[in-house]
């Protein structure tokens, strides 16, 4: 296809994404996201995550579209896998441990971030890995698993120290590292 066909189906993508997203379709933008897996197999990698991950932004908008939301992301994770989209895998993984973290279901996002964090370390970057450890700290935080949301948020640290961090980030890194203080009764540190 042409660059400007390209462009015109991008663009009507966006424009039914949108549509369900105003008018709180969860199920038809699901499947919208379905729709593009076939066009983005003719379009670059960036293009790609660029359009799924505005299109899952759409949920955001939405109340109560978390199961519709976890579906989706589920089904993308795997095509992502079956086309060796490795970064879009890794990223879209990492957006259903904080979906799963929102819900009160906790037990899941800890064996999928077990297998993330293998693979994060196997590509060295520590960006992702940063983020995931304080996802990582965060569910263990709500567990009420002390000594291994320390150690999570001790390895984001770690990995944090070998890169810039925007200051976002640094933020979020020591948000839970003061709670862990608070409940340890450590106030001087």
Not at 66 to 93: R, Y
Not at 110 to 139: G, R
Not at 140 to 157: D, E, F, H, V, W
């Amino acid at each position: 296809q042409s660059r400007d066909g390209l462009r015109d189906h991008e663009a009507v993508f966006f424009k039914f994404g949108e549509l369900y997203r105003d008018q709180k379709y969860t199920e038809g933008l699901a499947e919208v996201i379905n729709h593009l897996r076939a066009f983005m197999l003719s379009i670059a990698k960036a293009k790609t995550m660029k359009l799924i991950r505005t299109h899952l932004d759409y949920f955001t908008a939405i109340a109560d579209s978390q199961k519709v939301q976890m579906k989706a992301l589920m089904d993308n994770i795997a095509w992502a896998k079956l086309e060796k989209h490795i970064f879009l895998k890794h990223s879209l993984e990492m957006r259903l441990v904080g979906l799963q973290l929102e819900s009160p279901q906790y037990l899941p996002p800890t064996a999928l971030i077990e297998i993330l964090l293998m693979d994060l370390k196997w590509l060295n970057n520590k960006m992702i890995l940063t983020e995931m450890h304080l996802l990582e700290s965060w569910t263990y935080c709500a567990l009420g698993n002390m000594p291994k949301a320390k150690a999570s948020i001790t390895s984001s640290r770690t990995a944090a120290n070998a890169i810039y961090c925007p200051p976002a980030l640094l933020a979020l890194l020591y948000l839970p590292l003061g709670i862990l203080h608070m409940e340890e009764k450590d106030y001087s540190t």
